[in-house]
């Protein structure tokens, strides 16, 4: 009798409780008894359990949280085993309200294999628990199963936590959006391997799917001065789009194991391995090696460590050692792999300092950086930033266009200004926006920051290999991002093309800002122009490039014609006048058919060796 009455008093809150779906309560036929508690919990406590053999655990009450931000309350059920099931969870995004009850609530303990329990584990952050009672089932779980698993119950409670997110995401216009990942189909178990053992709070984190995620923080003074230092730097840098090309590597999986440092490290010598040579080798390395040879095992290791050892004695190839996220003896690696990558050393800073903000930009456009957030202790590969400002449009990743957040003065007020760090996860593809996220968090909450630096060497390569281009056609080479190389041709101009896929811009300041060139057009594909006109644009005809001028083209202004390797101009039958001409080897012209080149006053046309001139009919004056 007590056991129905103890139902039916639940039933009624039902609709006015949190997590209101039949996905997290245990039914009236499962056999439901309770345990009274009726007590208040305002720091982590442990409660023991003397039950034995349960199908199911619920618990009733009411959280009160104190931060509209920063506030959380978990409480999780350990067994026999140590092993841990999340049995509640709030946070500021998942309620409608800072208090807030709940009614015979069960996440991963709704439908238990028979397990015996130890304790409640009860964590809280500016926050507290009132706990009415903790309800269990004894009934056998074959016959509480009803078509069900735990694996579908859990899908069912992910979507639904899902949509939650998002309601109270665009009812207060924030700036990210949650759905169904990765990280959200693991258990609470998997996710304390991932994280070593202890959960850090994600606040949402692990639904994320695109957007900018702003870390709860209750520190404005470093907001203030972040927003501050930020204001003379470019606005937005991506290492997936700098000269015309992604750097970065393919996102990888950690799995279960704890391995993100060694995921962080090495993407960023992947990315460095692109940039040092200038070429897109993506080069697929060994994490598992790292945390197997340096006798880390998954949750042991540190970034410092991963440089190390790939300073020495460097990293080899994935097919060499496969990663499998689990502790191997370092014999199993190949004996002879196909490639082996040694940095020459690495740099590890402490950026919590005044400027901050700043040495950390500058560091990053130079290459990608490990950067570990220290809350959660966690580490990814920074490949980016943005600064937000006043009207920013933030769509969310693959989500529909409509769905988009615009910043404004007032409810974002605590953002402008502020840099959102795009990063690189190793979470694989279905989190975050194709695994990246832009996060906003404070540079003093950065465990470690850090990245490679002097030359690369390999079996494969060595620094006569790093490519020097120029495929915009301004005249400007990028050649990598280590020195200008020894076998620069000597017309190669000393300072680097700032963005060698814009004939528009020139060299690179040190807040990553642009130099802004006279207006230019590159030519890459084959072009004709048939009509008599000027044109006051600087011309690059690159690598496939082909500029055929049949009629009358006037040079005027800031133009001129560069022809680069590969490229080829052909005056049929036209005429240039008043051209200024530069031709590097490799390069191509063509008169034909009394095509002529009338070069401005003040100028020669000079053909260096190495370039085809080819005069069939036709002349240049």
Same mark, same amino acid.
């Given at each position: 009798? +007590?056991?129905?009455?103890?139902?039916?008093?639940?039933?009624?809150?039902?609709?006015?409780?949190?997590?209101?779906?039949?996905?997290?309560?245990?039914?009236?036929?499962?056999?439901?008894?309770?345990?009274?508690?009726?007590?208040?919990?305002?720091?982590?406590?442990?409660?023991?359990?003397?039950?034995?053999?349960?199908?199911?655990?619920?618990?009733?009450?009411?959280?009160?949280? *104190?931060?509209?931000?920063?506030?959380?309350?978990?409480?999780?059920?350990?067994?026999?085993?140590?092993?841990?099931?999340?049995?509640?969870?709030?946070?500021?995004?998942?309620? &409608?309200?800072?208090?807030?009850?709940?009614?015979?609530?069960?996440?991963?303990?709704?439908?238990?294999?028979?397990?015996?329990?130890?304790?409640?584990?009860?964590?809280?952050?500016?926050?507290?628990?009132?706990?009415?009672?903790?309800?269990?089932?004894?009934?056998?779980?074959?016959?509480? /199963?009803?078509?069900?698993?735990?694996?579908?119950?859990?899908?069912?409670?992910?979507?639904?936590?899902?949509? /939650?997110?998002?309601?109270?995401?665009?009812?207060?216009?924030?700036?990210?959006?949650?759905?169904?990942?990765?990280?959200?189909? /693991?258990?609470?178990?998997?996710?304390?391997?991932?994280?070593?053992?202890?959960?850090?709070?994600?606040? %949402?984190?692990?639904?994320?799917?695109?957007?900018?995620?702003?870390?709860?923080?209750?520190?404005?003074?470093?907001?203030?001065?972040?927003?501050?230092?930020?204001?003379?730097?470019?606005?937005?840098?991506?290492?997936?789009?700098?000269? %015309?090309?992604?750097?970065?590597?393919?996102?990888?999986?950690?799995?279960?194991?704890?391995? !993100?440092?060694?995921?962080?490290?090495?993407?960023?010598?992947?990315?460095?391995?692109?940039?040092?040579?200038?070429?897109?080798?993506?080069?697929?390395?060994?994490?598992?090696?790292?945390?197997?040879?340096?006798?880390?095992?998954?949750?042991?290791?540190?970034?410092?460590?991963?440089?190390?050892?790939?300073?020495?004695?460097?990293?080899?190839? *994935?097919?060499?050692?496969?990663?499998?996220?689990?502790?191997?003896? !370092?014999?199993?690696? !190949?004996?002879?792999?196909?490639?082996?990558?040694?940095?020459?050393?690495?740099?590890?800073?402490?950026?919590?300092?005044?400027?901050?903000?700043?040495?950390?930009?500058?560091?990053?456009?130079?290459?990608?950086?490990?950067?570990?957030?220290?809350?959660?202790?966690?580490?990814?590969?920074?490949?980016?930033? +943005?600064?937000?400002?006043?009207?920013?449009?933030?769509?969310?990743?693959?989500?529909?266009?409509?769905?988009?957040?615009?910043?404004?003065?007032?409810?974002?007020?605590?953002?402008?200004?502020?840099?959102?760090?795009?990063?690189?996860?190793?979470?694989?593809?279905?989190?975050?926006?194709?695994?990246?996220?832009?996060?906003?968090?404070? $540079?003093?909450?950065?465990?470690?920051?850090?990245?490679?630096?002097?030359?690369?060497? !390999?079996?494969?390569?060595? &620094?006569?290999?790093?490519?020097?281009?120029?495929?915009?056609?301004?005249?400007?080479?990028?050649?990598? $991002? %280590?020195? /200008?190389?020894?076998?620069?041709?000597?017309?190669?101009? &000393?300072?680097?093309? %700032?963005?060698?896929?814009?004939?528009?811009?020139?060299?690179?300041?040190?807040?990553?800002?642009?130099?802004?060139?006279?207006?230019?057009?590159? $030519?890459?594909?084959?072009?004709?122009?048939?009509?008599?006109?000027?044109?006051?644009?600087?011309?690059?005809?690159?690598?496939?490039?082909?500029?055929?001028?049949?009629?009358?083209?006037?040079?005027?202004?800031?133009?001129?014609?560069?022809?680069?390797?590969?490229?080829?101009?052909?005056?049929?039958?036209?005429?240039?006048?008043?051209? &200024?001409?530069?031709?590097?080897?490799?390069?191509?012209?063509?008169?034909?058919?009394?095509?002529?080149?009338?070069?401005?006053?003040?100028?020669?046309?000079?053909?260096?060796?190495?370039?085809?001139?080819?005069?069939?009919?036709?002349?240049?004056?």
């Amino acid at each position: 009798m +007590k056991r129905i009455v103890f139902i039916l008093l639940l039933l009624p809150q039902l609709a006015f409780s949190q997590y209101r779906s039949d996905a997290f309560r245990l039914s009236n036929t499962d056999g439901v008894s309770q345990i009274k508690v009726e007590s208040t919990f305002n720091k982590d406590t442990t409660i023991n359990l003397e039950q034995k053999s349960i199908t199911g655990l619920s618990l009733s009450g009411t959280t009160i949280m *104190e931060n509209s931000d920063d506030s959380y309350v978990r409480v999780t059920l350990v067994d026999q085993y140590n092993y841990e099931y999340l049995v509640y969870e709030n946070y500021p995004l998942l309620s &409608d309200k800072l208090e807030t009850e709940f009614s015979n609530v069960a996440l991963e303990t709704l439908l238990l294999d028979g397990i015996t329990p130890q304790h409640l584990q009860i964590s809280l952050k500016n926050a507290s628990l009132r706990l009415r009672t903790v309800n269990y089932s004894t009934d056998p779980v074959e016959k509480r /199963k009803k078509g069900k698993n735990a694996f579908d119950l859990q899908k069912e409670q992910t979507r639904y936590v899902a949509n /939650k997110l998002n309601e109270n995401l665009k009812k207060r216009n924030m700036t990210w959006r949650a759905g169904v990942t990765s990280m959200t189909e /693991k258990t609470f178990a998997e996710k304390k391997d991932m994280f070593g053992g202890t959960v850090p709070e994600l606040y %949402g984190f692990d639904y994320y799917v695109g957007g900018i995620f702003v870390m709860p923080s209750n520190d404005q003074s470093i907001m203030t001065l972040n927003a501050t230092t930020s204001n003379q730097f470019v606005a937005e840098w991506d290492w997936r789009n700098r000269h %015309g090309k992604n750097w970065m590597t393919p996102v990888r999986n950690q799995h279960e194991c704890g391995s !993100c440092w060694a995921h962080s490290v090495v993407a960023v010598v992947e990315a460095f391995v692109n940039l040092y040579y200038n070429c897109l080798l993506d080069y697929d390395l060994s994490e598992q090696e790292i945390i197997t040879c340096t006798q880390s095992g998954c949750n042991n290791g540190t970034e410092n460590r991963a440089f190390t050892y790939i300073k020495n004695p460097g990293v080899v190839n *994935e097919d060499c050692f496969p990663y499998t996220g689990t502790v191997q003896d !370092c014999s199993n690696k !190949c004996p002879n792999p196909d490639e082996r990558v040694f940095i020459e050393d690495f740099v590890e800073d402490d950026y919590r300092v005044e400027d901050s903000l700043a040495a950390v930009k500058r560091a990053l456009f130079k290459r990608p950086l490990t950067m570990a957030v220290q809350c959660w202790d966690h580490s990814m590969t920074a490949a980016g930033y +943005k600064t937000i400002s006043i009207g920013d449009v933030i769509y969310f990743g693959s989500l529909s266009k409509n769905d988009s957040v615009v910043i404004n003065g007032t409810q974002h007020q605590g953002l402008i200004g502020r840099t959102a760090w795009l990063l690189k996860n190793s979470w694989d593809t279905t989190w975050g926006t194709g695994g990246y996220c832009y996060l906003v968090f404070d $540079i003093g909450n950065a465990s470690w920051i850090g990245y490679p630096t002097g030359a690369i060497s !390999c079996i494969n390569y060595d &620094d006569s290999d790093i490519v020097i281009s120029d495929a915009d056609g301004d005249g400007l080479y990028f050649w990598g $991002i %280590g020195p /200008k190389p020894s076998h620069c041709p000597s017309w190669v101009p &000393d300072e680097a093309d %700032g963005d060698d896929s814009n004939i528009n811009y020139g060299s690179l300041d040190s807040y990553g800002n642009l130099d802004v060139l006279p207006a230019g057009i590159t $030519i890459k594909t084959p072009v004709t122009y048939a009509s008599n006109s000027s044109t006051s644009y600087r011309l690059g005809i690159v690598n496939g490039g082909t500029l055929t001028i049949t009629g009358t083209t006037t040079l005027t202004g800031n133009a001129r014609i560069r022809v680069c390797e590969g490229g080829t101009l052909v005056v049929d039958g036209g005429t240039i006048q008043n051209a &200024d001409i530069t031709m590097v080897p490799g390069s191509t012209v063509i008169l034909r058919n009394g095509g002529k080149i009338n070069m401005a006053s003040g100028k020669d046309f000079d053909a260096p060796n190495g370039v085809t001139v080819n005069l069939e009919s036709g002349e240049i004056q």
